[in-house]
T-cell receptor, first 111, second 116 residues
Framework: GQNIDQPTEMTATEGAIVQINCTYQTSGFNGLFWYQQHAGEAPTFLSYNVLDGLEEKGRFSSFLSRSKGYSYLLLKELQMKDSASYLCAVSSNQAGTALIFGKGTTLSVSS | DAGVTQSPTHLIKTRGQQVTLRCSPKSGHDTVSWYQQALGQGPQFIFQYYEEEERQRGNFPDRFSGHQFPNYSSELNVNALLLGDSALYLC???????????????FGEGSRLTVL
């Protein structure tokens, strides 16, 4: 089957750096997505990794290791508005054209 | 450039009733996927429509059905509502069936359904 694991909750302070990990098990891996979802709102696309390595986009970076079934989302210079749920999702041949989501990591940023 | 739009944003139904949710994809997209997100959970794939046909279906009962129109907009219908159907229903659009493999999958704001 398919499985995606990420921590349920994380806390951090403004200006800090936080790393949210995601591990996955699937066959026919096609790519890994990170989405940000504020409470009561739709998921917003953050990043997409299909090859190993680090993709940097402003304050956010995402890393992928396909051999380890592992990804992380790195958030730098945290701001209060970064308080949200961060969803890791995998695209795979096993799932066809569906995305399989983890349960999300709720990040709370305090001052 | 219009993003993904969904309606209604909120609705309340009672058990046994039927509901129809609507979605217009992002401009230039022709494929619509529907997801159900229960409180505290990640979205779960319901089904996907392309060229007015259901192309893939997740693990949802036949009470969940859908339709895609020639203008690419889509509807999700749920019959015989159960309390457990209470959730945020998300529509996501992409270009072609393989669109998500290019990273192009965008979500609407969702329709929050409460079943009493």
């Amino acid at each position: 089957g398919q499985n995606i694991d990420q921590p349920t909750e994380m806390t951090a302070t403004e200006g800090a750096i936080v790393q949210i990990n995601c591990t996955y098990q699937t066959s026919g891996f096609n790519g890994l997505f990170w989405y940000q979802q504020h409470a009561g709102e739709a998921p917003t696309f953050l990043s997409y990794n299909v090859l190993d390595g680090l993709e940097e986009k402003g304050r956010f970076s995402s890393f992928l290791s396909r051999s380890k079934g592992y990804s992380y989302l790195l958030l730098k210079e945290l701001q209060m508005k970064d308080s949200a749920s961060y969803l890791c999702a995998v695209s795979s041949n096993q799932a066809g054209t569906a995305l399989i989501f983890g349960k999300g990591t709720t990040l709370s940023v305090s001052s | 450039d219009a993003g993904v739009t969904q309606s209604p944003t909120h609705l309340i139904k009672t058990r046994g009733q039927q509901v129809t949710l609507r979605c217009s994809p992002k401009s230039g997209h022709d494929t619509v996927s529907w997801y159900q997100q229960a409180l505290g959970q990640g979205p779960q794939f319901i089904f996907q429509y392309y060229e007015e046909e259901e192309r893939q279906r997740g693990n949802f009962p036949d009470r969940f059905s859908g339709h895609q129109f020639p203008n690419y907009s889509s509807e999700l219908n749920v019959n015989a509502l159960l309390l457990g159907d209470s959730a945020l229903y998300l529509c996501a659009s992409s270009l072609g069936l393989a669109g998500i493999n290019t990273g192009e999958l965008f979500f609407g704001e969702g329709s929050r359904l409460t079943v009493l």
